[in-house]
């Protein structure tokens, strides 16, 4: 493929999506992740689209946010890799509440073989992967569905979160910095997560790692309320979201890393987790002491050297 050809598919892939990763983009190009940083600096410099933190956004600061069909789609094996993680800390009959998202879906299917559980969600998504499982018991907030990514939310789902309270809330969004948190590009869907976190004593961000250091309209769950971040590896050349990593460690939130996912397979479901320790305080905690990361996957030596050198940066 011509290099005019293949920066044309990028482009056309970033106006359909809003934000795609370097990888991904890659993958459908057929062609390095080299090259196709090339391409997106070529575009950048044009003025067609903006570089950010292992992707590339439609320019003009804030993204905006791309519908269910498109979310799907993008950045896949991380998604799958970060909800298998994700899966590790629900207990066996746990009221736990979850987003909605593609990532909190996929997290949703795995929730399927915990007994006992227990799931409030305004999701249709999540609720769907959960209809069919053996004792667990999904329980539907009220509100107005919101048909772009099959969530129901406003004041009816607001109110029947009042006076709820489960051990923790998995969400996700569209953007996470250290400076402010978990963000999303939609004022409802802002709202209802901010009730979710309400109903919570811990808050579990799902996020992969294209969406560590970008920022949106919304802002859901402040960094000081995050219990834990659930993400994967990010790429060798990423130094920004590394960076970021980092900060939201020194913030006190507790960073658990999906590896071991390399080339785009999947990781494979409840692998046992191996700790990482990384620089950082805990709340609570005088500085220094620290902070554990997860990595999963085959080769985690590997990728507990290559986590803690990130960290260091």
């Not at 933190?53 to 439609?58: D, E, K, R």
């Not at 996929?106 to 399927?112: F, M, V, W």
């Not at 709820?164 to 051990?167: E, G, K, N, P, T």
């Given at each position: 493929m011509f290099a005019a050809e293949r920066r044309q598919l990028i482009l056309e892939m970033v106006r359909a999506n809003g934000a795609v990763s370097l990888r991904e983009l890659a993958r459908v190009v057929q062609t390095s992740e080299v090259t196709v940083r090339r391409d997106v600096r070529a575009?950048?410099?044009?003025?067609?689209?903006?570089?950010?933190?292992?992707?590339?956004?439609?320019?003009?600061?804030?993204?905006?946010?791309?519908?269910?069909p498109q979310k799907s789609h993008l950045a896949t094996a991380e998604k799958t890799a970060i909800a298998d993680l994700a899966a590790n800390f629900v207990e066996e009959g746990e009221a736990i509440v979850v987003g909605a998202g593609t990532t909190t879906q996929?997290?949703?299917?795995?929730?399927?073989r915990v007994p006992g559980l227990t799931v409030v969600t305004n999701s249709l998504l999540v609720a769907q992967a959960l209809a069919h499982a053996n004792r667990v018991e999904v329980v539907m907030t009220g509100g107005t569905l919101r048909g772009s990514n099959y969530a129901l939310v406003g004041s009816g789902a607001e109110q029947s979160l009042q006076g709820?309270?489960?051990?923790r809330a998995?969400?996700?969004?569209?953007?996470l910095t250290a400076e402010r948190g978990l963000s999303t590009s939609n004022m409802l869907s802002a709202s209802v997560?901010?009730?979710?976190?309400?109903?919570?004593?811990?808050?579990?961000?799902?996020?992969?790692?294209?969406k560590l250091g970008t920022d949106t309209m919304f802002q859901t769950v402040?960094?000081?309320v995050i219990t834990r971040l659930v993400t994967?590896?990010?790429?060798?050349?990423?130094?920004?979201?590394?960076?970021?990593?980092q900060a939201l460690a020194d913030q006190g939130v507790q960073i658990a890393v999906a590896g071991g996912a390399g080339g785009g397979d999947a990781v494979p479901p409840r692998q046992a987790r191996r700790d990482v320790a990384l620089p950082?305080?805990?709340r609570g905690q005088a500085p220094g002491g620290a902070l554990r990361a997860a990595v999963v996957g085959e080769g985690a030596a590997a990728e507990r050297g290559r986590v803690a050198d990130m960290r260091r940066r």
């Open positions: 575009l950048e410099a044009e003025g067609l689209l903006d570089r950010r933190h292992g992707g590339a956004v439609l320019p003009g600061g804030f993204t905006r946010e791309s519908g269910f996929e997290l949703a299917r795995r929730l399927a709820l309270r489960v051990s998995f969400l996700s969004g569209s953007g997560d901010r009730a979710l976190v309400q109903a919570a004593a811990e808050v579990v961000i799902l996020a992969d790692h294209t402040p960094t000081d994967d590896e990010p790429p060798a050349h990423d130094d920004r979201a590394g960076a970021e990593l950082g305080p805990r």
